[in-house]
């Protein structure tokens, strides 16, 4: 494991030393993807070095990334890449996007790494070793764990775009789930879920995610303490749709999302 976590680090510098220099560049070049997502010339460039890297270091893993596709084997082990979570603040000049890079062996996540250098950032955590954070690049980690809120009156709460939740049908649901929460947030994308493995805020909802938005942070989220599991209450990356808590709070904000109830 220490091997594979200093791999992933490792992988994340690589993905740091790519990113970083083409954030907020003139020349920066942006595309849209069939699903009409964003993708840039940096997004291809940093995935194609983590690959290439892998493929030095462990050429009979799988790999799965967002931008050129492939697979994690649910026996063996497989990397989980995105080379930019958060491509429209990337593209926009806003710092707050992150690398994600995760190892799972037999479909479960052992290794995650959010590297977030526009922020000067770094999160990460490996299974049984806890979860570490740094706040200034090169800085001293310390450890990070979830907060003791332990009723949604109390709770912080956070998500992408909530107008997502309208398009599956659930906005309803989030309209409950924020009226029992204190306050409601729009932190997004892999940020929020280091905050909630921080315990700055207690809960964050993404109504539609991939696997390799997730992977990463599943292992973070954990090894700080909560729990991240799909709107159906999986624990699991690969459900299409996330919330990770402190655990303490997760059951019932779980139970706006299935309290039957949709959007008009």
């Known amino acids: 494991m220490d091997a594979d976590l200093s791999l992933a680090l490792r992988l ?9 220099p083409r ?7 942006v595309t849209r993807k069939p699903d009409r997502t964003p993708v840039t010339d940096a997004d ?35 990397w989980l890449l995105d080379p930019i979570d958060g491509t429209k603040n990337f593209s926009r000049g806003m710092p707050v996007w992150a690398s994600l890079i995760a190892l799972t062996v037999h479909g479960t996540p052992v290794v995650g790494v959010a590297s977030a250098p526009g922020l000067g950032r770094r999160w990460w955590a490996a299974a049984g070793a806890g979860a570490w ?15 003791s809120v332990a009723e949604l009156g109390d709770a912080y709460v956070s998500t992408t775009n909530a107008e997502v939740f309208r398009t599956h049908g659930t906005f309803d649901s ?4 924020t009226e029992r929460c204190w306050e409601t947030r729009a932190f997004g994308d892999f940020w929020q879920h280091c905050l909630v493995a921080e315990g700055l805020i207690d809960v964050a909802v993404e109504p539609e995610a991939n696997s390799w938005d997730l992977a990463a942070l599943q292992v973070i989220v954990e090894q700080a303490g909560g729990r991240l599991s799909d709107l159906a209450g999986v624990a699991t990356f690969a459900g299409g749709d996330a919330i990770s808590s402190n655990g303490l709070v997760h059951d019932a904000s779980l139970a706006c999302f299935r309290s039957g109830v949709s959007a008009a």
Not at 133 to 147: C, H, K, L, N, Y
Not at 174 to 177: D, F, N, Q, R, V
């Open 12 to 20: 994340a510098d690589i993905a740091d030393a790519m990113t970083l």
């Open 23 to 29: 954030f907020r560049a003139a020349d920066l070049r």
């Open 44 to 78: 291809t460039a940093a995935e194609d070095a983590l690959r290439a890297e892998l493929a030095a270091q462990r050429p009979g893993d799988g790999v799965l990334g967002e931008e050129r596709g492939g697979e994690v084997p649910e026996s063996g082990r497989g």
């Open 133 to 147: 954070t740094t706040d200034a690049p090169g800085g001293e980690p310390r450890r990070i764990a979830v907060s």
């Open 174 to 177: 989030w309209l409950a789930l």
